[in-house]
């Protein structure tokens, strides 16, 4: 498979002013040759005219790369052709008569992973990078892409030998000039190893929030007004209001961007008792939204009783006292809150640079680059359960403390793909485009 030479579109299908064909393979530079552009100097922009079966496909800029200094780490060339559609479709017929194989999703990127040109952590940070839609996303991934996330993995791996290698010396010299006492030796290196890992895990969620989008509820009692604030933050007409309690019941979603960072916001039913069964799972569904939701804004209007949301808040939530045109809303036992009105606008940006701020605390760069995928996490609470145990056995069973280590060891591996990558591979490169 990998000895096939590939190739595909670069850039987004359709019209455009450029559309770049790129390849990778060991046919490379014979296929340039057959389209008649032979000996195109490495590493230099060259014009040169393409052409197959004597037909004149285009006038193009070609960049050729030679293995393994190149991206994929094999002879590679890129095709800037003229945007038009019947010059991409008459340049990927000559290659695909040529032998050249359309390219699989990720397949570019895949192989520059087989080639070591990077490493899986790396290879993921490429995908997040394409699909970054906020700054915030786009930073991470980049920092990802230089290998910070690797590095300190990289880092946990050799603290982890370092101790692996003090247990093993002890257990195959143990009469020797050895020091007996491995809760002196290692043990000072693992405990410090795993409070980088529970370090690492407890800010795991925030990676994965600057990916997948912070979570944002809104909830109280019906007539409150969520529906019209969901309206007013994401700027259009998206939910039902009525002045019926009872109007909203499924949960509404929508992806919206607040200081630079992605958020998902979701309009909920009201949180009452109530025989419809239709309504009684829009609650349900409602209260579990809150619960996993990273935020909670708790609107309440003028009258309502201060009920739910001093009884389900979680500390941080905030109290939204809507209808502010109308009356006051009395305090919310324990949560801060904020005065506004959907009708008139007022204290809107208020709580719209509120939530900036609050996402800039949770989300912002901190001192561990973030786990970004479930996957990482998975593997790093692993690993982190294995050292614990191994700390617990230092002492009593040294053999078993080692094999604890193999495994913490096994699991960061898995994370930068330096060993188990067969059964994941697909599952990561999947999800790439065509052409990365
Ligand atoms: N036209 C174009 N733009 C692009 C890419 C590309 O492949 N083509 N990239 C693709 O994602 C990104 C840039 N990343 C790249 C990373 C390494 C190499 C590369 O060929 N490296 C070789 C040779 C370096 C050199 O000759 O200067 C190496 O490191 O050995 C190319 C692009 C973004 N922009
Ligand atoms: N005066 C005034 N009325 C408002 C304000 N915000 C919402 N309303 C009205 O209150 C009623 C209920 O608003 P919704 O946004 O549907 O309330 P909800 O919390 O989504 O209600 P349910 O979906 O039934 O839980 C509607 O008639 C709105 O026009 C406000 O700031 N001032
Ligand atoms: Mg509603």
Redesign the pocket.
Same mark, same amino acid.
């Given at each position: 498979m990998t000895n096939d030479t590939i190739f595909a579109i670069a850039t987004p299908p359709g019209r455009g002013a450029i559309a770049v064909i790129r390849l990778s393979g060991p046919q490379v530079e014979a296929t340039l040759t057959a389209l008649g552009a032979p000996k195109v100097k490495p590493r230099m922009a060259s014009v040169r005219d393409l052409t197959h079966g004597g037909a004149h496909i285009d006038q193009a800029l070609i960049l050729r790369f030679v293995g393994p200094h190149s991206y994929t780490g094999e002879d590679s060339a890129e095709l800037h052709l003229h945007g038009g559609r019947a010059v991409v479709e008459a340049a990927s017929s000559a290659l695909i008569a040529l032998g050249v194989r359309p390219a699989e999703p990720g397949e570019f990127t895949r192989r520059a992973f087989q080639n070591g040109r990077m490493d899986l952590a790396q290879a993921e940070a490429v995908a997040d990078l394409i699909d970054a839609e906020t700054a915030a996303q786009a930073r991470q991934a980049l920092g990802q892409l230089e290998g910070k996330l690797s590095e300190t993995y990289i880092g946990f791996r050799r603290d982890l030998l370092h101790a692996l290698a003090l247990i093993e010396a002890e257990i195959d010299f143990p009469d020797e000039e050895v020091p007996d006492n491995l809760a002196r030796t290692a043990g000072p290196v693992l405990v410090r190893l795993a409070e980088d890992l529970r370090r690492a895990v407890d800010t795991g969620r925030r990676g994965e929030r600057v990916r997948d989008g912070y979570r944002i509820v809104l909830i109280?009692e019906?007539? *409150?007004?969520?529906?019209?604030?969901f309206n007013a933050l994401v700027a259009r007409e998206a *939910?039902i209001?009525?002045?019926?309690?009872?109007?909203?019941r499924d949960v509404l979603d929508a992806d919206l961007v607040i200081g630079g960072y992605a958020v998902t916001l979701s309009?909920t *039913?009201?949180l009452r008792d109530s025989d419809d069964p239709v309504e009684a799972e829009g609650v349900r569904r409602a209260r579990l939204r809150a619960e996993q939701a990273d935020l909670r804004l708790w609107?309440r209007a003028p009258g309502d009783p201060e009920g739910v949301a001093a009884d389900y808040a979680q500390s941080g939530d905030l109290v939204i006292a809507?209808? *502010?045109?109308?009356g006051t809303v009395t305090a919310t036992r324990g949560l801060d809150s904020l005065t506004v009105?959907?009708?008139t606008g007022q204290g809107l940006p208020d709580l719209h640079d509120w939530i900036a701020a609050r996402l800039a605390r949770d989300l912002s760069g901190a001192d561990f680059p973030a786990i970004t995928r479930e996957r990482h996490r998975l593997r790093l609470t692993e690993a982190l359960a294995a050292v614990e145990a191994a700390l617990a056995a230092l002492d009593v069973a040294p053999e078993m403390a080692g094999d604890d280590l193999r495994r913490a060891a096994e699991a960061l591996s898995r994370v930068t793909g330096a060993i188990g990558v067969e059964d994941i591979l697909g599952q990561v490169f999947s999800t790439f485009c065509i052409g990365k």
């Open positions: 109280g019906t007539n *409150a007004g969520k529906s019209s604030l *939910a209001v009525t002045p019926i309690a009872g109007t909203t309009d *039913a009201g609107v809507n209808k *502010a045109d109308v009105s959907t009708q």
